[in-house]
């Protein structure tokens, strides 16, 4: 991720511990929704650095519906935000409503709250609507000193989303995930290497491509790397990437040839003159 600037990295470290002691205490009180919304717009404000008189829409209407906050930098809008009250667990219903609302209006971050869980989803307008959670910050357990949680808070911040941060790193964990490793494992290249590295362990094993896929499958790598819709897609999406590949080694192995043969022509031209 991008090196936080020092003075992102200060204000997280006052806010932060400010906002946990508000929001412990508006727990107790067991505050409604709309008090609950005043408090993310000024985390928004302290925490994430969006002037919320100027980037931070309350009410943003939406097709003749309105969703609790947009956020937004140079007049776009980066993410909404469906608050709930603070009492309230976020449930599959909610979800559904934020996901609504991107779908709708075409904005592809959500950000669903109850002020101290704050869950992040990646709306995929492509086809059919689909959402991804990329990631979730506790706001009762967080600790702003540690590193990995600063790079977090940072991709919802005005610097961060400017910077598409949350896109870059939203496309490193498409590349860097279980199902993807596994269905690398699975490759006739992976497997190869595999094969070699058993030859060399032991002398004279003879396990051949198919005996090697088979075990990865039925007794190394988990079912649902294999049959889940994400570990089908990962599959997919590298057999692609291998054709594409393919076909682009094709091209430069025939361009090769193209030039080998006119070189060649030249020579013997050259020769016979």
Not at 59 to 79: M, N
Not at 87 to 106: F, I
Not at 175 to 192: E, H, K, P, Q
Request: proline share 1%; aromatic share 8%; net charge positive.
């Amino acid at each position: 991720m991008a090196n936080i600037p020092s003075a992102v990295s200060k204000r997280f470290s006052n806010s932060v511990p400010k906002f946990k002691r508000v929001l412990s205490r508006a727990k107790e009180r067991d505050v409604n929704e709309s008090d609950t919304v005043t408090i993310v717009t000024d985390m928004l404000e302290e925490i994430f650095g969006f002037d919320k008189y100027s980037e931070i829409t309350r009410e943003f209407s939406i097709q003749g519906t309105f969703c609790d906050l947009a956020v937004k930098s140079d007049k776009k809008v980066e993410y909404l935000i469906e608050v709930k009250a603070i009492g309230l667990s976020l449930n599959d219903n909610h979800l559904k409503q934020a996901v609504n609302y991107a779908a709708r209006e075409g904005i592809k971050w959500i950000v669903l709250t109850n002020g101290i869980h704050w869950e992040v989803y990646r709306v995929s307008l492509e086809d059919k609507v689909k959402h991804e959670k990329l990631f979730h910050l506790d706001f009762a357990e967080i600790n702003v000193r540690q590193k990995e949680v600063q790079e977090t808070l940072f991709l919802l911040c005005k610097r961060g989303v400017q910077k598409d941060l949350i896109d870059e790193y939203y496309e490193y964990r498409q590349s860097v995930n279980r199902y993807t490793v596994g269905a690398m494992l699975l490759s006739d290249d992976v497997i190869s290497i595999i094969r070699r590295e058993l030859r060399k362990v032991k002398s004279g094993a003879l396990a051949d491509v198919e005996e090697i896929k088979e075990l990865l499958e039925t007794e190394v790598l988990k079912r649902d790397i294999l049959e889940s819709a994400a570990g089908k897609e990962a599959i997919k999406e590298l057999s692609k990437f291998k054709k594409k590949q393919a076909k682009v080694k094709a091209k430069k192995t025939a361009k090769a040839s193209r030039t080998e043969s006119s070189e060649n022509r030249d020579r013997l031209s050259g020769d016979t003159n």
